[in-house]
Structure formats: C-alpha cells, structure tokens
C-alpha cells in the first residue's frame, strides 16, 4: 500500500523559510517521479510548484518559485523535502505531494498517489 505523509507547513510571516517533508512507503524511491503541489485557497486546481525525478534528478520548477524554491531526496529515509525560502502571501495554501513512475510532468492529473496535504499560511 502507497502512503504519503506531508509535514512541515504551518503559519510563517513573509520572508520567513519553511521546509515540507514528505515521508514515502510502500514505492521504491529509486525509481520515480515525486512532485509537490499546491492548492490556493478557494481554488480547484492543484498548482504544480516542483517536481524530481529520480534516478535521473531532473527537477522542475514554476516560474515564480524559481530561487526560492529547492526540491531534494533525503539520503538516510524514504522521504523528499522542499525547502522554500523567502515566502510570499501568495505561496500559501494546501501543500501535497504526489508521486507516480517517471515520465510524468508536473501537472497534477498525471499523478496516481497523494498525500493528504499541509497547510502553509504566510501572513504578516
């Protein structure tokens, strides 16, 4: 059974760091593409922010997050971290992560397993 499990988000003020963890069982994580997505307050859609794959350790980001934003494979557990950097009120809401076998691009249909998500609020 694939499970995904997010930590991290909470209530930070603008400029500050957060880092999201996304804990993985049940899926090798030698073999994968693993994305983080968020879904804005009021909003449907889940907004693709950046995705790894590995073993090739091709990233992505979205524009706006570029140098703020970094995604990496944690060396000692099956888990995945973006460290997001200078927040901004516009990088709040529910952050998931998502992952599936590689070739995908980091667009949420394309992704078959989910975590139930964390909240990130950045306000002054």
């Known amino acids: 059974q694939v499970q995904l499990v997010e930590s991290g988000g909470g209530l930070v003020q603008p400029g500050e760091s957060l880092s999201l963890s996304c804990a993985v069982s049940?899926?090798?994580?030698?073999?994968?593409?693993i994305g983080w997505f968020r879904q804005a307050p009021g909003e449907e859609e889940r907004e693709g922010i950046s995705?790894?794959?590995?073993?090739?350790?091709?990233?992505y980001y979205t524009n706006r997050v570029k140098g703020r934003f970094s995604v990496s494979r944690d060396s000692d557990r099956d888990a995945v971290t973006l460290k997001m950097n200078n927040l901004t009120p516009d990088d709040s809401g529910i952050y998931y992560c998502?992952?599936?076998?590689?070739?995908?691009?980091?667009?949420?249909?394309?992704?078959?397993?989910w975590g139930q998500g964390t909240p990130v609020t950045v306000s002054v």
């Open positions: 049940g899926f090798s994580l030698e073999y994968v593409a």
């Open positions: 998502a992952l599936d076998l590689p070739g995908r691009t980091c667009v949420s249909p394309q992704f078959k397993y």
């Open positions: 995705c790894l794959s590995i073993p090739w350790d091709g990233t």
